[in-house]
């Protein structure tokens, strides 16, 4: 029985992300019945003319109306705002929605797919950092499978195919490149530029997370996410430095076996097997060619120069409000060096800065209470820098 996913979402369409999902549904004949954007309706028009699609979000009410106006001799109708992206999410014949917006705003319409019964492809880790308890209870509650599309977890999941039994893992061991500034101590960072933190080794990838994999704050995420995603205890989520990005994560088991995903770096092998789980399908991917590789390298990662993954252990064991307002913080202060207003090093500094602000925060109980806290965070952050 094929599993091909029929009719797909795609939120956040014209990133990374989601221009590599629509060249996988391109060459599976996938349908798309929504799309949505920020403001980059100068893609989003080409794709509603490629992909023929029912909806069209744009989140910027200002290039919504224009949109409307360049599409207005198609059938796609155009939305706006929370409440358009929430639409196109839920829209009634997708039987999959990706979640490829970046950032915090992909966690309202992450929620509206799974309470109207759509699997998840997840590709917003936000969404798990700041709402991970609340989005995996609704999804158990309305029988949503979340398939991850971030690399390493996609790994995790399916070096997991390989392991009859859950209770056999010991340890998921997730990769990193490095990013850019692997070896460099804290005295050389303090003069890096933006276009340095965005000179990633390995991946392409939007500006946001190309710096948080520059300060290791993606990584420290992914810990968080994996947390949620795989139901396993932070302290069996170890983290190790891998320059190659070929082996893409790992899982041990009890009796010290180690299971592997490793393939060439491309985020179309995790976004294509989301959609056809448990299929395999050919794909467009070169594969590896063994004899070409020289050298996989492993390093433990240096903790004192790169603090956020540690900031981040912190604040899951905490598990309170903790991971929101890491969040939030994080995305303001990276807003914040990409414009230019603070240093690099700066980034950290308002991360823990709002943590502690906040320290006595308690467990948010709704979206409404997450929401209001990272309100409150980002609001801090813009005052205080």
């Not at 795609?10 to 949505?36: C, D, M, N, Y």
């Not at 956020?308 to 064991?317: D, F, G, P, S």
């Not at 240093?343 to 409404?368: G, W």
Request: aromatic fraction near 6%.
């Amino acid at each position: 029985m094929i599993h091909l996913k029929e009719n797909l979402s795609v939120l956040g369409s014209t990133g990374s992300i989601g221009t590599q999902t629509l060249s996988v549904a391109r060459e599976l004949g996938i349908k798309i019945s929504s799309l949505s954007a920020n403001k980059n309706i100068f893609l989003l028009e080409e794709q509603i003319r490629e992909f023929k699609p029912d909806v069209a979000a744009v989140f910027d009410e200002k290039y919504a109306k224009e949109l409307k106006e360049k599409v207005k001799d198609t059938p796609t109708k155009i939305l706006s705002g929370t409440y358009g992206l929430c639409e196109a999410a839920r829209y009634k014949t997708a039987d999959c929605v990706v979640t490829a917006i970046s950032g915090m705003i992909g966690l309202e319409p992450t929620i509206a797919a799974i309470s109207a019964k759509k699997d998840i492809a997840l590709a917003n880790k936000e969404t798990l950092v700041a709402g991970g308890n609340l989005v995996m209870n609704l999804a158990s509650e309305n029988n949503v499978k979340i398939f991850p599309v971030d690399s390493e977890h996609s790994a995790i999941f399916q070096c997991m195919q390989g392991c009859k039994d859950k209770k056999n893992i010991s340890k998921l061991i997730l990769t990193a490149s490095g990013g850019p500034f692997f070896g460099k101590s804290k005295k050389e960072l303090q003069s890096v530029s933006i276009k340095d933190a965005l000179n990633h080794p390995s991946w392409s990838m939007g500006a946001k997370i190309t710096v948080d994999s520059a300060t290791m704050m993606n990584k420290g995420l992914e810990i968080i996410e994996a947390v949620h995603l795989f139901d396993i205890s932070e302290n069996n989520i170890d983290v190790v430095i891998h320059r190659e990005s070929i082996v893409h994560s790992m899982i041990e088991l009890m009796d010290g076996s180690i299971i592997a995903q490793m393939g060439t770096p491309s985020m179309k092998t995790p976004i294509q097997y989301a959609l056809t789980y448990p299929e395999r399908f050919k794909s467009s991917v070169p594969t590896l060619n063994f004899s070409k590789i020289k050298n996989l390298s492993f390093f433990e990662p240096d903790d004192f120069t790169f603090e956020a993954m540690n900031i981040c252990r912190e604040a899951i064991r905490k598990n309170a409000a903790q991971p929101i307002i890491l969040n939030a913080a994080n995305e303001e202060a990276v807003k914040l060096f990409l414009n230019e207003k603070i240093t690099f090093c700066e980034i950290i500094d308002a991360v823990k800065a709002a943590l502690d602000e906040f320290k006595n925060e308690k467990k948010p109980n709704s979206l409404k209470e997450i929401l209001n806290i990272d309100e409150a965070t980002r609001n801090f952050i813009k005052e205080l820098l």
